[in-house]
């Protein structure tokens, strides 16, 4: 076997830190991290959302080691453990996906009433996927999307070589809905899947709890080489309930500004609010519906209160009211504003619930992702990518 260092392989990530116990992607820059050291954030963001490992080889094993980060919520339902999913493409065309998981990892504890946070370490694993076909192809491993994740080593029985970017380059930020949650599978999360209907070279900022117009992730996404830039608003600014509606406009124009000033005319997609009952004219903040855990079962629900809309609390109808306001007056013929319940409206909501009134189930990211994907198909160049 050969044993190759991970880190040029790697694809879809902003940075790589080297650590004792392998490289980990991250979805944000260290200066970017050190302005919030949010533990929500930094979970997030380390968690390898979109992420891939792409080999040009004629090997007929591949095996990856490396150590996951198990989340272990006391008093909620175990979390099933992340999964890696290695496609194969021989000949230009796909010949299956192969799925695993690693049980063996460090394990986080989270008081889920505290947030107090404790780590254990624990080994290596490895991944192994024998018998692949013979030939020269290319391997796609996906990396968890809900998993933190560092690599320490990629064997092949055959050389191997990187596979450079060739399509163009789409960056989209947005929250746990971009990032994954409940989707079973990392190419089952709607972005992925658009993604792969398109052919575009992604970079998921998809950031579970944590699309709260950052200034940091605007300068990230402008200093990104990037042919698409996309952003999923809405549900973080309602169920995090830290803005009000005499901030949102203001704060999203600032947003777009940053990103203009790296992306002048690259095509900008806003996407609005997917269809989420519980907050549609109910403020936040969110909070765990204590029945249901005691049930053993996670659900959200929405705890502000509708007559304080009137004073600037915000909703996501409200959401989607300033967003297409500040649209209209940025007067940026690149711009687009994608309403949000044309890819997952009531009566889809009401076809495909929310599992936990706040996150898409399977059937959601796919019908989310296939509409989307109908969106974006006409903005992406189809020649030369950027950078």
């Known amino acids: 076997m050969i ?22 992607p991250h979805r944000l820059p260290a200066w970017a991290r050190r302005r919030c050291p949010d533990p929500q954030l930094l979970m997030a963001e380390g968690q390898p959302a979109g992420v891939r490992l792409v080999l040009r080889t004629a090997a007929t094993v591949l095996e990856v080691d490396a150590v996951p980060t198990k989340r272990v919520y006391p008093g909620a339902p175990p979390r099933p453990d992340g999964v890696h999913e ?28 505290t947030g107090a946070r404790t780590l254990e370490p624990g080994p290596v694993g490895t991944l192994r996927f024998a018998d ?16 933190t994740t560092a ?23 947005g929250s746990s809905l971009s990032q ?32 709260l117009l950052d200034p940091f992730v605007a300068r990230t996404i402008r200093d990104l ?57 109910t403020p936040g903040p969110a909070a765990f519906d204590p029945a249901a855990l005691a049930e053993g079962r996670v659900a959200f629900a929405a705890t ?10 915000l909703t996501l109808e409200v959401v989607r009211e300033v967003m297409a306001e500040v649209v209209a007056r940025r007067e940026d013929p690149h711009l687009h504003l994608v309403d949000g319940l044309a890819l997952f409206g009531a009566e889809d909501e009401a076809a495909h619930p929310l599992p936990d009134r706040l996150h898409l189930e399977v059937a959601g990211h796919a019908l989310v992702g296939e509409r989307l994907a109908a969106v974006l198909a006409p903005l992406l160049p189809s020649l030369t990518p950027a950078g």
């Open 151 to 173: 690599l320490v080593a990629v064997r092949t029985d055959a050389p191997a070589e990187p596979v450079p970017t060739q399509a163009p380059r789409w960056v989209h930020h």
């Open 86 to 113: 290695l496609e194969v493409a021989l000949g230009g065309a796909g010949t299956g996906v192969a799925r695993a998981s690693l049980t063996e990892g460090d394990v986080e504890r989270i008081d889920l009433a």
């Open 3 to 24: 044993t190759h260092d991970p880190s040029p392989f790697l694809h879809g990530h902003v940075e790589l830190e080297t650590t004792d116990r392998g490289v980990r």
């Open 180 to 211: 994954g949650s409940n989707a079973a599978s990392p190419t089952g999360t709607f972005v992925v899947d658009a993604a792969r209907r398109t052919g575009a070279h992604l970079t998921s900022l998809g950031l579970g709890g944590s699309a």
């Open 304 to 313: 502000g209160d509708p007559a304080e809309v009137a004073a600037g609390r």
């Open 132 to 147: 692949l076909p013979a030939g020269e192809k290319t391997l796609t491993l996906w990396l968890p999307h809900d998993e």
């Open 225 to 281: 080489p990037a042919d698409l830039v996309s952003m999923e608003l809405g549900i973080n600014l309602v169920n995090a309930d830290l803005m009000r509606r005499r901030a949102l406009g203001p704060a999203l124009h600032g947003w777009l500004d940053t990103v203009r000033d790296g992306h002048p005319t690259t095509p900008v997609v806003l996407v609005s609010a997917l269809h989420c009952a519980i907050h549609e004219a």
